[in-house]
């Protein structure tokens, strides 16, 4: 598969109204992955796409701020669905908590360097979407058979493919090139040899 900026595939016309606004550098340089023949109707699905994401942010938001508020404040997850039934008070939405937090110098210089460290990630980050690791747990188990699939086991198989895959599974052998990111083999090593300090070898 070849790897893009989807600023680099359309002429400058195309991507000028992007210059300059806060969503430039999260739609024009964020990377994707596509197959060469499907390369054209990809850049098209996306910018078609656009439009409506960005029309629909501030409906998403309020959604998220009630799940935030639910899961912060009171303790419960809650899905899409109900969230967006529930009306909150100005003071709940915590919508001054986050825009001090964005205006925060230091919050800023943080954020930026992370962005630096990620854009030098030689692959995706992860493949749990916006998944959490029991999720992406769950959902792996489902795909394989009812197997378990412990934290940790899905921490490192969620750097290495899709829950569904039925290549994705676990070996504490398998070398860096098996994941997505090389640095997860050295941390899932860090671990590995930090439990045996403290409860000794298994094996």
């Known amino acids: 598969m070849s790897q893009m900026r989807m600023g680099e595939t359309l002429a400058p016309w195309r991507t000028g109204w992007l210059e300059g606004c806060g969503i430039h550098r999260v739609y024009v340089q964020d990377f994707f992955r596509v197959e060469p023949e499907w390369r054209d109707r990809a850049v098209r699905r996306a910018y078609n796409a656009g439009p409506k994401l960005i029309t629909d942010m501030h409906y998403e938001a309020r959604v998220k701020a009630v799940r935030t508020y639910y899961a912060k404040k009171l303790g419960r997850k809650m899905e899409k669905k109900e969230a967006r039934t529930i009306w909150l008070t100005a003071a709940q939405y915590m919508q001054d908590y986050f825009v001090k937090r964005w205006c925060d110098p230091e919050w800023q210089k943080t954020h930026e360097a992370c962005q630096?460290?990620?854009?030098?990630?030689?692959?995706?980050?992860?493949?749990?979407?916006?998944?959490?690791?029991?999720?992406?747990?769950?959902?792996?188990?489902?795909?394989?058979?009812?197997?378990?699939?412990?934290?940790?086991?899905?921490?490192?198989?969620?750097?290495?493919?899709?829950?569904?895959?039925?290549?994705?599974?676990?070996?504490?052998e398998d070398p860096p090139e098996a994941y997505s990111n090389a640095t997860v083999h050295s941390r899932l090593s860090q671990y590995t040899e930090m439990a045996r300090e403290v409860h000794g070898c298994w094996r």
């Open 116 to 172: 630096v460290r990620r854009l030098k990630m030689p692959g995706p980050a992860h493949h749990q979407g916006n998944r959490t690791i029991d999720d992406y747990a769950a959902r792996w188990s489902r795909a394989h058979g009812g197997q378990p699939c412990p934290p940790l086991k899905a921490w490192a198989m969620a750097h290495k493919g899709k829950a569904t895959s039925p290549e994705v599974d676990y070996n504490p």
